[in-house]
């Protein structure tokens, strides 16, 4: 069966009518990964905007058809930790353990929680959906906020341009706890984006497993709904979020062509709507480097 037949065939295991707003990246996101786990899975989404928007549900006609918890937004990757290994005792391998996590969940507040299950080699699947802050309580700024975006805690004007940090790059980061398998994807690359969850979700019956998805919201960013997959198709396009994946060490790039430029990647995106040029070379610049990182150990 191809991937995409999967999308096709699947039956979907988040009923249709969450809360989330038009064109939400992290929505999709979570949807499809929880129809590619399917319904034999228990499932964790902590507070953020895909909690928030229904993954438990409303009431007894929506929410999911699969065991499904919101733990708090510290300890995702421990709590999922625990239940993997009750699964494991009772001989309940089979069960797919995924965590669905937003980046202030993962990156920030439930990072200590993370780095210990990866290094633990907890058997399960950690999926971030990364939109680049707290976007379920008012579009504060993360670590993973890209450098000048405007949020409701870095705005831009006349005291600061934007964030004034760059954004911690954190898939390197977990890739570098030496887990099963670490991946980067993106919504607008979908068949890329299910072989990538499937895969993890074998690596997951081993050890840890790693996805970092580029969520892009519209909500939060500034930018038309019906603009969310082409956003994200920019951002891969131009080495702002590229997409690899690194099993047991080997270290696979996913995409590799010329890139269009940051400016072009900004186009229409409200959050970066005052930037200068020295702004954008400089976010030029550090994604570039990035790139080159990655590349290089891709190379190997
Ligand atoms: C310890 C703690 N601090 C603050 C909150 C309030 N809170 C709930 S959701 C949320 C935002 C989470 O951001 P993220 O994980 O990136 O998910 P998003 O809202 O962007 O989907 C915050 C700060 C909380 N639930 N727990
Ligand atoms: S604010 Fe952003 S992340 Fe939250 S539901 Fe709306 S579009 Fe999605
Ligand atoms: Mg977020």
């Known amino acids: 069966m191809s991937y995409m037949d999967i999308l096709k065939t699947a039956p979907q295991v988040l009923t249709p009518g969450t809360s989330a707003c038009q064109g939400c990246g992290g929505e999709l996101i979570l ?19 895909m909690a928030g928007a229904g993954a ?31 699964y494991q005792r009772r001989g309940r391998g089979d069960v797919n353990i995924v965590a669905i996590a937003g980046d202030g969940a993962s990156a920030d507040c439930g990072f200590q929680s993370l780095s210990g299950a990866a290094e633990r080699g907890a058997r399960m699947l950690y999926v971030c959906y990364d939109n680049e802050g707290y976007m379920n309580t ?18 831009s004007g006349a005291a600061i341009n934007g964030k004034e940090q760059g954004a911690k790059y954190v898939p390197l980061i977990l890739a570098m706890h030496n ?23 074998e690596a997951s019956k081993r050890g840890f497993a790693y996805i ?5 919201c519209p909500t939060g960013w500034g930018f038309k709904p019906s603009e969310s997959i082409a956003v994200a198709r920019r951002a891969v396009a131009s080495n702002m979020f590229p997409l690899w994946e690194c ?31 020295a702004a954008l070379e400089e976010l030029q610049e550090a994604a570039s ?3 080159e990182l990655i590349r290089r150990l891709c190379a190997k």
């Not at 058809?65 to 009750?86: K, Q, R, W, Y």
């Not at 906020?145 to 805690?153: A, D, L, P």
Request: aromatic share 10%; net charge positive; hydrophobic share 35%.
């Open 212 to 216: 970092h998805v580029f969520s892009p």
């Open 247 to 277: 099993e047991r060490g080997r270290w696979y790039m996913s995409e590799n062509r010329s890139p269009i430029t940051m400016a072009q990647f900004v186009e229409g995106i409200g959050k970066f709507s005052r930037l200068d040029a």
């Open 289 to 291: 480097a990035r790139y």
């Open 138 to 155: 008012g579009f504060q700024r993360s670590s993973t906020t890209s450098r000048g975006s405007s949020t409701s805690t870095t705005p």
């Open 179 to 201: 887990i099963e398998y670490c991946a980067t994807a993106s919504p607008s690359h979908m068949p890329d984006f299910v072989a990538k969850v499937k895969h993890g979700l």
């Open 31 to 49: 949807r499809r990964v929880m129809q590619i786990a399917g319904a034999n899975s228990v499932f964790a989404v902590p507070p953020g905007c």
């Open 56 to 86: 438990v549900g409303w009431s007894d006609t929506n929410g999911c058809t699969a065991p499904m918890h919101i733990p708090l937004l510290d300890n995702t990757a421990s709590f999922m930790s625990g239940v993997s290994e009750m």
